[in-house]
């Protein structure tokens, strides 16, 4: 059984930075690919990036490009977010997702295993 755990969120001043951790346990810890979702009360989960099991093709949600970077220690079975530049709308909680084989996806519903959630607070 895959378990994500997510650690590293906070209360932060608008333009600050945030390294939200992602550890993976389980059968396909290091295999799967990994990716990031945040979500607000009433709104649907929303892409924030990706990483292939590789660790060689990340993408990005559009809001977050240039400011998040996603990254990956296979060794550790860990995936990073740092979060730099903080913006009061990136208020949200931040789970980790995983799902097996090597591509990944910016549709939550293709995700089969997720952490509890961090939640990150950003105010202006």
């Known amino acids: 059984q895959v378990q994500l755990v997510e650690s590293g969120g906070g209360s932060v001043q608008a333009g600050a930075s945030l390294r939200l951790s992602c550890a993976a346990s389980?059968?396909?810890?290091?295999?799967?690919?990994m990716a990031w979702f945040r979500q607000t009360p009433g709104k649907e989960r929303e892409f924030v990036a990706s990483i292939s099991s590789s660790g060689g093709n990340t993408y990005y949600a559009d809001s977050v490009k240039g400011r998040f970077t996603i990254s990956r220690d296979s060794a550790k079975n860990t995936v990073y977010l740092q979060m730099d530049s903080l913006k009061p709308d990136d208020t949200a909680v931040y789970y980790c997702?995983?799902?097996?084989?090597?591509?990944?996806?910016?549709?939550?519903?293709?995700?089969?295993?997720w952490g509890q959630g961090t939640q990150v607070t950003v105010s202006s």
């Open positions: 389980g059968c396909t810890g290091s295999m799967d690919a």
């Open positions: 997702a995983a799902r097996p084989g090597r591509f990944t996806s910016a549709y939550y519903g293709n995700y089969d295993y």
